[in-house]
């Protein structure tokens, strides 16, 4: 049963482009949405988070677009640069951690 | 330095015998939490803490033991591995509602 939807599965931008994923969820009971980037050999590290009492979240070159209608919330990596080549996470928990659902990955290449 | 430890990093064993991945945190957090990283399914929750001695399972918990005896450890046992539990295994700890801090991982064989 997967609770959080993510896509693009993959995804190639040019250096100086816009890398959009994408999330969906179906718990409305979710009041926490991180993002993690994960580099090779790496464990996941935060990146930028969000609680559905606000739309959009920017921190540098990153935003989250988040529509609780909608039940969908999005990253948007802004002037994309090589070194953001990773894999990239969203998730979704409710009531603190407690029980933490994550998406099944974006791989995210940005060439030159 | 805060950090999530793991130990061992990789890990090769034989279907039955009993192994346990150790993991340890430094920042005094009350909240951590097993998961496991499979190809195509991203991150699966096996079991999370919420404190000492508190407990409870997450999406993925057959064939897995944990035990909170100790603020800082969240050992996760597996009594009798099978193949199907080949996989990265990372522990995280936090604080509800603010970053998690993940481990560098476990790789685990079992053959």
């Known amino acids: 049963q997967q609770q959080v939807k993510q896509s693009p599965q993959s995804l190639i931008v040019q250096k100086g482009g816009i890398s959009i994923i994408n999330c969906a969820y179906e718990?409305?009971?979710?009041?926490?949405f991180p993002w993690y980037q994960q580099f090779p050999g790496k464990g996941p590290a935060l990146l930028i988070a969000?609680?559905?009492?606000?739309s959009e979240k920017k921190e540098g070159r990153f935003t989250i677009s988040f529509n609780k209608s909608a039940k969908q919330f999005s990253l948007h990596i802004m002037d994309s640069q090589p070194g953001d080549s990773a894999t990239y996470f969203c998730a979704a928990s409710s009531g603190g951690y407690q029980k933490v659902t994550f998406g099944t990955g974006t791989k995210l290449q940005v060439i030159p | 330095e805060a950090q999530v430890t793991q130990n061992p990093r990789y890990l090769i064993t034989v279907t039955g015998k009993k192994l346990t991945v150790t993991c340890s945190q430094n920042?005094?957090?009350?909240?951590m939490s097993w998961y496991r990283q499979d190809p195509g399914l991203g991150l699966r929750q096996i079991y999370y803490s919420m404190n000492v001695e508190v407990t409870d399972k997450g999406d993925v918990p057959e064939g897995y033991k944990v035990s909170r005896k100790e603020k800082r450890n969240f050992p996760l046992i597996l009594e009798s591995p099978s193949p199907n539990q080949t996989s990265l295994y990372f522990c995280?700890?936090?604080?509800?509602?603010?970053?998690?801090?993940f481990g560098p991982g476990t790789r685990l064989l079992v053959l």
């Open positions: 718990n409305t009971a979710f009041d926490y």
């Open positions: 969000i609680r559905p009492d606000v």
């Open positions: 920042m005094n957090h009350e909240y």
């Open positions: 995280a700890s936090g604080r509800p509602q603010e970053t998690q801090y």
